[in-house]
Structure formats: structure tokens, C-alpha cells
T-cell receptor
């Protein structure tokens, strides 16, 4: 049973618009959440994170929102750029364990 | 950022043969490396945690005799898929965490696509 789910395998957005990537989790022990970005033929790289004591963390064009009661987090990218086209993985940690979602492929069209 | 090199990027082998995948941290020392497996449209699933100088810790359901992990130095971990079968065909990816670092300091290799005929 997947503890971290990204229900949208792909998302297509126009350049300049907002991209919203969603992630749901089931394990209430998760206390730290991360987003990784993966380009083809490369490994995932860390993008942004949020602790369970916060509900929002912002870094430039990237903002992660956490709704603990709903066990849901989202990554907002605004404005979206063609270079943002990649696969985005949501991950959740409890102690030394890190659990990944299945990824969402974002395509930003010029 | 730190670099993790994984080799080979793609391998095709016959059923029954063994395949070795290398994972190297190029510019930092990693006492802990992680091996993941990803099936199409599925999550990255942690297979095992590789600890330098000691035995790897395998996740439930992962056969340690089939997936041999060696972490002989602070910069190299290897995963050997022994007696590979078609069901072992998958995408394998390693990661290394900077010693003492949080998961933000987790750096990934580019992965290995294994196809067993």
C-alpha cells in the first residue's frame, strides 16, 4: 500500500501560468516533506521542503503548502517556465525513512 | 551540488546472469547510501540502506541473497543482481546522503535501466 501518492501522473501548463502539483499521504508519523525534481537521464535533485510544524514554505517561484488535517501537500510553481518541465517527486520522512510518491510529469508549454 | 555517479546507465542481460551496478559519490564521503527500485508508473521503492563497513539493511520483501550490496569505501557502493530473471527488469537508482545531512543533502545517481531477457 503506497503511503505517499501523487494521483496525477502528468500535468500540462502554459508558460507563465501556475503549476500545482499535488501529493497525499496516509502515515500520520511523517513529519517532514520534500519535493524533488528529475530531468531525463538524471537523478532527482532536491527542490524544496517543509516541516510538519509549518503550513507553507516559499522559495522564489516555488511554494509548498501542507494541510496536515487532510494529509495533503502541494507544490505551486509560478510563473511556470519551460525549464520547469520535469518529473516531480513528493517524499515524506519519519525519522530516517524517506518514502516517495510515484511522480508527476510536468510539461510547461511555451 | 554534490555529484553521485551511477554506472551503467543501461544494461541488457540474459536470464541467469549477474549484473553489478556501481554508485560513487564523487566529491563527498557518504557513510550511508540508498538503493531504490522503480517500476513503470510506480514510486521509487527503497530496497536497502547501505552502510560503509557493515552489512546493508534490507527492506521487507527484498531478498538479500539476490540483491547483494557492498559498501566497501566511503565513496562506493555496489548492487549486484544475482541470477537475474525477467521480473528483475526495472529502473534502479542509488542515492548518497552527506554524512550528518538531512534529506535535503540526499543526492541521486542517474539510475540504471536493467532489462533481463
Amino acid at each position: 500500500d503506497q503511503q505517499v501518492k501523487q494521483n496525477s501522473p502528468s500535468l500540462s501548463v502554459q508558460e507563465g501560468r501556475i503549476s500545482i502539483l499535488n501529493c497525499d499521504y496516509t502515515n500520520s508519523m511523517f513529519d517532514y516533506f520534500l519535493w524533488y525534481k528529475k530531468y531525463p537521464a538524471e537523478g532527482p535533485t532536491f527542490l524544496i521542503s517543509i516541516s510538519s510544524i509549518k503550513d507553507k514554505n516559499e522559495d522564489g517561484r516555488f511554494t509548498v503548502f501542507l494541510n496536515k488535517s487532510a494529509k495533503h501537500l502541494s507544490l505551486h510553481i509560478v510563473p511556470s517556465q519551460p525549464g520547469d518541465s520535469a518529473v516531480y517527486f513528493c517524499a515524506a520522512s519519519a525519522g530516517n525513512m524517506l518514502t516517495f510518491g510515484g511522480g508527476t510529469r510536468l510539461m510547461v508549454k511555451p | 551540488g554534490a555529484v553521485v555517479s551511477q554506472h551503467p546507465s543501461r544494461v541488457i542481460c540474459k536470464s541467469g546472469t549477474s549484473v553489478k551496478i556501481e554508485c560513487r559519490s564523487l566529491d563527498f564521503q557518504a557513510t550511508t547510501m540508498f538503493w531504490y527500485r522503480q517500476f513503470p508508473k510506480k514510486s521509487l521503492m527503497l530496497m536497502a540502506t547501505s552502510n560503509e563497513g557493515s552489512k546493508a539493511t534490507y527492506e521487507q520483501g527484498v531478498e538479500k541473497d539476490k540483491f547483494l550490496i557492498n559498501h566497501a569505501s566511503l565513496t562506493l557502493s555496489t548492487l549486484t543482481v544475482t541470477s537475474a530473471h525477467p521480473e528483475d527488469s526495472s529502473f534502479y537508482i542509488c542515492s548518497a546522503r552527506v554524512t550528518g545531512g538531512m534529506f535535503e543533502k540526499l543526492f541521486f545517481g542517474s539510475g540504471t535501466q536493467l532489462s533481463v531477457l
